[in-house]
């Protein structure tokens, strides 16, 4: 398997740089802290969770890493937004062109 950041999990990600990628979420209403020193994917969370302490993902991870995976969807609609500009652009070219 290869050794790079896109086929490791998330959570194996989170643990390689603590307090970065991930931070410490306490959550003490229903008992004493559960928080684990070791970051597994049952300690880890990319998002809330509703109850228990875990490691949360921080907005470094989650939006400059791309862990959230919406980087390649966010250019896509910006390249749309910016196709529609330019066939309009083009559109309006050509009817000025033709006197229309």
């Given at each position: 398997m290869?050794?790079?950041?896109?086929?490791?999990?998330?959570?194996?990600?989170?643990?390689?740089?603590?307090?970065?990628?991930?931070?410490?979420?306490?959550?003490?209403?229903?008992?004493?802290?559960?928080?684990?020193?070791?970051?597994?994917?049952?300690?880890?969370?990319?998002?809330?969770?509703?109850?228990?302490?875990?490691?949360?993902?921080?907005?470094?991870?989650?939006?400059?890493?791309?862990?959230?995976?919406?980087?390649?969807?966010?250019?896509?609609?910006?390249?749309?937004?910016?196709?529609?500009?330019?066939?309009?652009?083009r559109r309006?070219?050509?009817?000025?062109?033709?006197?229309?």
């Amino acid at each position: 398997m290869s050794k790079t950041d896109k086929t490791r999990p998330w959570w194996v990600r989170l643990a390689d740089a603590p307090m970065v990628t991930c931070a410490p979420a306490h959550d003490h209403r229903f008992g004493p802290c559960t928080l684990t020193e070791e970051i597994t994917a049952a300690s880890a969370s990319l998002n809330r969770r509703l109850s228990g302490c875990h490691w949360q993902a921080t907005s470094f991870y989650l939006f400059d890493l791309g862990g959230a995976g919406g980087a390649g969807e966010w250019s896509f609609i910006r390249r749309e937004d910016r196709r529609r500009d330019r066939r309009a652009a083009r559109r309006e070219l050509r009817a000025h062109r033709h006197g229309r």
